[in-house]
Nanobody
Framework: QLQLVESGGGLVQPGGSLRLSCAAS????????IGWFRQAPGKEREWVSC????????KYADSMKGRFTISRDNAQNTAYLQMNSLKPEDTAIYFC???????????????WGQGTQVTVSS
């Protein structure tokens, strides 16, 4: 069974950091580009970041540039999202997703995780 499992969410104070993980099981991430998305209460899901199949290309939504870093370790079958300088408006459920493409894309993902809650509050 193909599955993505996110972890690493939690409660953090403004200005703090979290590192989210996205572990794949039932398939190898080597053949997939990875994306991170988030959905805040009452809002639509938004694209956060993506990384190409081999990790050579990354993209970020404007509000995340300079604060978030996406990475992957294909040997560990895991992708990551390092989030620094967190703000209350970053509070959301964060999802990782995989799509069988070479390059980083913002939509068209085939496989999704169940999400992990990130809450930024003092």
């Amino acid at each position: 069974q193909l599955q993505l499992v996110e972890s690493g969410g939690g409660l953090v104070q403004p200005g703090g950091s979290l590192r989210l993980s996205c572990a794949a099981s039932g398939f190898t991430l080597d053949y997939f580009a990875i994306g991170w998305f988030r959905q805040a209460p009452g809002k639509e899901r938004e694209w956060v970041s993506c990384i190409s199949r081999h990790g050579g290309s990354t993209k970020y939504a404007d509000s995340m540039k300079g604060r978030f870093t996406i990475s992957r370790d294909n040997a560990q079958n895991t992708a990551y999202l390092q989030m620094n300088s967190l703000k209350p408006e970053d509070t959301a459920i964060y999802f990782c997703a995989a799509t069988r493409t070479l390059m980083c894309v913002r939509s068209g993902y085939e496989y999704w995780g169940q999400g992990t809650q990130v809450t930024v509050s003092s």
